[in-house]
């Protein structure tokens, strides 16, 4: 939407006292505190996975950078959407500055798109890293230092380009509702197609293949090894990765895909945008438990901190019970006869 719709939606407020614009109404308010709650609990769970993180120096590998990578686009997220909440519930100015109500327009209705793109291709990449490792027994992280970093630069800036490309062709328009959201509208079926192309279909399909790819590696290399009677450490190790991945996919996508399909087809539907925004949400507080649960290096993180705490308490348990010496003074008793006894005077 240009300065000129905005201001004409906003003049279409001036029988009001005072139109305040960016604040929400209190049903928008209402549709929205199921997420907010979502979104606290979220918060206090990546806090705990991040203090793992800086206490547990076994879990800081290289390998783990796109899980990381990963899981800072879901604090982004979180992020995001307390910084709209808390300004479309405190901004009480009549007539905001245009650029403002431009920036928070744009801010609302992009910025969560970019971010759920961004999940969806490093999740591509972590998976490829994982074949070629399973594959061709190759440690990308340790030899391919420089493709991994135009990767991460590639991912970011390209993901950012097919998102403000159409608006710079004229393809996309944004559409405000005065008081309630700001969302993206496309002018054409063509760009709609190809967004969801690019957002959805391909990095979905392109996971899938990977997956098949692992999947077969491992059942052919799995079917060699027990004609000879051996199957190597390596080769379960392997098996266990993709038996992860496959978990935690599963349960992405199925949280994950019906808020970027709503996006991406713009529907307008109030109540299944907030169901969609809910599991998009739900799945941003799941993923360090699923993540912690699932990967084996963050098991025995955890397993360390446990045995630490264990050892503290029962040690500090053992040290009330041990029996200190005490001194116990004599108790004396006095026994008064009448010819001790005296009257004061």
């Known amino acids: 939407m240009d300065n000129v719709t905005i201001e004409l939606l906003v003049l279409n407020n001036t029988n009001i006292t005072c139109a305040t614009p960016l604040l929400w109404t209190q049903d928008a308010v209402n549709s929205r505190q199921s997420r907010l709650y979502v ?3 979220a918060s206090v769970m990546h806090g705990f996975f991040w203090l793992q993180f800086v206490f547990c120096s076994s879990i800081r590998q290289k390998s783990l950078q796109w899980i990381y990578a990963y ?8 992020f995001r959407f307390f910084f709209v909440y808390i300004v479309r519930t405190i901004s009480t ?14 801010f609302e209705a992009t910025v969560d798109n970019y971010l759920n793109i961004l999940e ?3 999740l591509l990449t972590l998976n490829i890293c994982r074949y070629v490792q399973i594959a061709y027994n190759r440690n990308v ?12 630069l590639g991912i970011y800036f390209i993901s950012l380009l097919v998102l403000f490309l159409p ?14 959201r700001c969302e993206i509208a496309y002018k054409n079926v063509h760009i709609q197609v190809f967004n969801i192309i690019i957002s959805f279909a391909l990095p979905i399909s392109l996971n899938i293949l990977v997956i098949y790819a692992s999947i077969r590696h491992i059942r052919l290399t799995s079917t060699l090894r027990q004609a000879q009677h051996h199957v190597s450490a390596r080769k379960k190790y392997h098996r266990s990765l993709v038996i992860q991945f496959v978990i935690f996919y599963t349960i992405w996508l199925a949280l994950w895909s019906p808020n970027i399909l709503v996006y991406q087809v713009s529907i307008s539907s109030s109540n299944l945008t907030i169901i969609v925004r809910l599991l998009n949400f739900t799945q941003i507080a799941l993923d360090p438990i699923i993540i912690a649960a699932l990967d084996v290096r963050f098991w025995h993180a955890w397993k360390k901190v446990w045995i630490s ?10 040290n009330q019970r041990r029996i200190r010496p005490t001194t116990m003074n004599p108790i004396v008793f006095s026994v008064k006869t009448p010819r001790l006894q005296t009257t004061g005077l």
């Open 71 to 78: 899981l800072i686009i879901d604090i982004l997220l979180l």
């Open 141 to 152: 992280y340790q030899v391919d230092k420089n493709i991994l970093i135009l990767t991460h």
């Open 309 to 318: 705490i264990r050892s503290t308490l029962l040690v500090n348990r053992a």
């Open 120 to 122: 969806a291709y490093i």
């Open 93 to 106: 100015e009549c007539v905001p500055s245009k650029s403002w109500i431009l920036f928070m327009c744009y």
């Open 39 to 41: 979104c606290i609990i």
């Open 167 to 180: 608006f710079a062709f004229g393809w996309t328009e944004l559409n405000e509702y005065i008081r309630d």
